[in-house]
């Protein structure tokens, strides 16, 4: 065991010295999210930030149902809206020279015409700075209208059935107290999906460590090349001791890099991923399995270019498959490739920590990444060493 | 059992190639043996054998009294390895070379730190001992990778053609270390294909091609298997027929071998026949302007042993 540390600190110092690991690590990874967060819409939470609106509105004074349709609208939590009251040509002249966002018409006799079964049509003039906020106090004005409505057709039916007036405003009240218009809820779109920073800090973290990895276990090819694994292997060392002090290495290296991307990532962008504990769990896991698949491609390769060429696609290809840059969708076989890939575990398990699960619920993932880096093992002791036959 | 180093039938085949072929030879304690064969003649296959780096098809290997392999791990605390290419860190210093080998090899705490110093200060690197070793000269890199070789004062030191690339000035330096090191009576096992160190270093000799051991003993011992004489060939000008004929007839005169103005003659004891010779070939009528005297070395060895030279 003490022989094994002083070949772990002998490595890791080598790679502090030769500051690449750091570029390939934590910089490029730290760039490219800065880059393609700038890209698709910059720095910052994943709130979309929907701005004030000013509503012109025109509505009766004495009809109680049009001030209830302008009272949900300047109620409603989802957007901060500033209601003025003015004449309809007024509002839609204030919509038209940008002086209100919407214009909101109720007509004339809106109340009188619902009680009678009729459909009345409310009239919404969008200005020339609508947009998300306008559109959400659409779809508003639309299900408060339809509620109305269909409380006035219910009332409408049960005075057609002779039924008494207490009853028929019992009836009444009952179809307009349905759902309401609109509810904002805070959450995640599925169990499953981290948001879009969210992504990007997992995904980034996710491929580039397949390149971190790679400075531990390809370092034994480095080794081979200066010579000095000859030297090594004519020291007294244990059965497996330089294998595994390799390995270990890059798990270090990996577990750090990642962890670093991950805290980084989350402050720079906002992003909560959840429980530590079963971060940590998902980060032991998804580099655990990276590095056991250095194992096969430092016994398929003779030398350390030929490594990081197989290092670099390899990283490339489970990266883009696993969702780092962008979500991959398949069918059938395809999707089950997909759904073994580390990388795409990996932000399927933090899509779930940061939507709230726990070690158990991030169980499948973990699993999928252990029982990869198990088959990796078993792979790299069967197929033959090219590298030792150089 | 007093050797350090016991080989007994030790063989390795790549494929048809048979790299080694029953390569058997002792080292006694403060003894130097020289493997000496040229390129491809299997000495770096026979030394990765002895160190434990790959294992041998056939033979054992005993070091200090115990059996040596790729994961003896008991046998190889008494191993010093000097491989042929540099078995250096560019990135660590000096200093930090030997201390990294120097504790997997066992040593730590003041012995390290005393031993280290030791080291440097015999490698003539004390002073560039902090300095990454990417920085080192070709000279200065080959005498680190000596100087860890002996790190942990091995029982057996095992250099492969240490000299490879190296300036003149260095090499004389690392001669100078390795007859230091077995003065205080080390054994090593030096491989090489300068006959010149061999004959320096070497109190026996084995000389090795195409896998097996041709001949072993001093170089003495060696040199009487050419039978021991000394070659003389005469340069100049006149009649070079009459003169040979002549000179076939000199006492001590063994062969002689005409080539229009030279003559090549094969002698017992060339110095003392040497007067007679030349004076020989003046009364013949061909005029001496140049006399050259080879004496018998391992080039000669080798060549009579294998037809070819030791450099081909």
Redo the contacts between chains.
């Keep these: 065991m003490r022989q094994l540390w002083i070949m772990i600190l002998k490595d890791l110092r080598q790679r502090v010295r030769d500051r690449s690991v750091f570029v390939f690590s934590l910089v490029v990874p730290l760039a490219l999210m800065g880059v393609l967060s700038l890209v698709t819409g910059g720095f910052g939470s994943d709130d979309p930030g929907l701005e004030p609106v000013t509503v012109a509105a025109s509505a009766a004074n004495d009809d109680q149902l049009a001030i209830t349709v302008l009272d949900t609208v300047e109620s409603q939590e989802v957007v901060d809206v500033t209601l003025n009251r003015m004449s309809a040509d007024d509002a839609r002249a204030a919509a038209g020279s940008g002086a209100a966002d919407m214009a909101l018409i109720v007509p004339e006799d809106f109340g009188g015409s619902l009680r009678s079964g009729s459909s009345p049509t409310v009239q919404v003039v969008q200005g020339d700075g609508a947009g998300l906020e306008t559109d959400v106090l659409i779809s508003v004005v639309v299900g408060v209208v339809d509620q109305l409505h269909a409380a006035s057709v219910a009332a409408a039916a049960a005075g057609s059935a002779g039924l008494p007036p207490d009853t028929i405003a019992a009836i009444g009240n009952q179809a307009a107290a349905g759902a309401p218009a609109l509810i904002l809820k805070e959450g995640q779109a599925s169990d499953e999906q981290l948001s879009f920073h969210g992504t990007l800090v997992a995904g980034q973290a996710g491929l580039f460590l397949m390149f971190t990895v790679g400075f531990g276990v390809l370092g034994l090819l480095a080794e081979r090349e200066e010579g000095t694994l000859a030297r090594l292997k004519s020291m007294p060392l244990g059965h497996g001791t330089i294998m595994a002090s390799k390995a270990a290495v890059g798990f270090i290296l990996g577990v750090a890099a990642t962890g670093v991307l991950l805290v980084t990532g989350s402050l720079l962008f906002g992003v909560d991923f959840g429980s530590p504990l079963v971060v940590g769990a998902l980060t032991l896991s998804v580099v655990a399995a990276a590095t056991s698949l250095t194992f096969i491609v430092a016994r398929m390769v003779r030398t350390a270019e030929q490594a990081n060429v197989a290092q670099s696609i390899l990283a490339m290809v489970l990266g883009i498959a696993g969702g780092a840059f962008f979500p991959i969708q398949g069918s059938g076989f395809a999707q089950t490739l997909l759904d073994i890939n580390p990388v795409g575990a990996f932000i399927r398990g933090l899509g779930i920590s940061a939507g709230g699960g726990g070690l158990a619920e991030v169980g499948a993932p973990i699993t999928v990444m252990l029982v990869f880096a198990g088959i990796c093992l078993v792979i790299a002791r069967i197929i033959p060493d090219r590298g030792a036959r150089a | 059992m007093t050797e350090v180093l016991t080989v007994q039938g030790l063989a390795k085949r790549y494929g048809d190639l048979a790299a080694v072929d029953g390569v058997s030879f002792t080292i006694a304690p403060g003894e130097t043996f020289g493997l000496l064969g040229p390129n491809g003649a299997g000495k770096t296959t026979t030394i ?1 054998m002895i ?3 790959i294992a041998a098809d056939a033979g054992t290997v005993t070091v200090a009294g115990k059996g040596m392999g ?2 003896e ?2 046998a ?2 008494h ?1 010093g ?1 000097v ?1 042929q ?8 210093t000096g200093r ?1 070379n030997l201390s ?2 120097g ?4 040593l730590n705490g003041r012995d390290l730190s005393r031993r280290t110093q030791e080291v440097l200060e015999l490698i003539g690197l004390a002073d560039r001992a902090g300095d990454l070793t990417k920085n080192y000269s070709g000279g200065m890199k080959r005498r680190l990778n000596i100087g ?1 070789g002996l790190l942990h004062r091995p029982t057996l030191l095992i250099l492969d053609e240490p000299t490879v690339g190296v300036d003149p000035q260095s090499r004389n330096s690392i001669l100078e270390a390795v007859e230091a090191l077995s003065s205080e009576g080390m054994a090593v096992l030096y491989t090489t294909h300068y006959m010149e160190e061999a004959e320096r270093l070497c109190d026996r000799i084995a000389i090795i091609d195409e896998g097996s051991i041709q001949a072993e003993g001093t170089r003495d011992e060696l040199i009487k298997l050419t039978g021991g004489v000394d070659r003389i060939n005469l340069h100049g000008s006149g009649n070079s027929v009459a003169a040979a004929a002549a000179l076939r007839l000199v006492p001590g005169v063994q062969h002689v071998d005409g080539d229009g103005s030279a003559l090549s003659l094969t002698v017992q004891d060339g110095p003392s026949v040497l007067a007679g010779i030349v004076t020989g070939a003046g009364n013949a009528g061909m005029s001496v302007t140049s006399v050259e005297i080879t004496r018998p070395d391992l080039e000669s060895v080798f060549l009579h042993l294998t037809g070819k030279a030791l450099r081909d």
């Design positions: 990765s160190a434990g780096l790729p994961s791990t008991a190889k605390r191993l390895l491989p290419e540099l078995a250096i860190y560019p990135d660590l930090e990294f080998f504790r997997l090899q066992g860890i």
